[in-house]
């Protein structure tokens, strides 16, 4: 009937505040993709983050926890 609760996919790695809003590094557990979210009262927005070649930012150890 209840199903075993799953572990959250994503944690945060970075928080801190930015002018009216916040900005939020997150990891995705299962791939390692860091991705920038962005949050404001008119809105928020989630983009992964790029290294500086241009590749998206992944952390397998992240992965692995």
């Known amino acids: 009937m209840f199903s075993k609760k799953e572990p959250n996919r994503f944690a945060e790695k970075q928080m801190q505040h930015y002018q009216y809003g916040l900005i939020h590094i997150l990891i995705d557990r299962e ?3 860091h991705y920038l ?3 404001n009262p008119q809105g928020s927005s989630v983009t992964p983050l790029l290294d500086e070649q241009g590749n998206v ?6 992965a692995e926890e």
Not at 57 to 62: G, L, R, V
């Open 31 to 33: 791939t390692g993709v």
């Open 37 to 39: 979210h962005l949050w």
């Open 57 to 62: 930012m992944i952390d397998k150890s992240a």
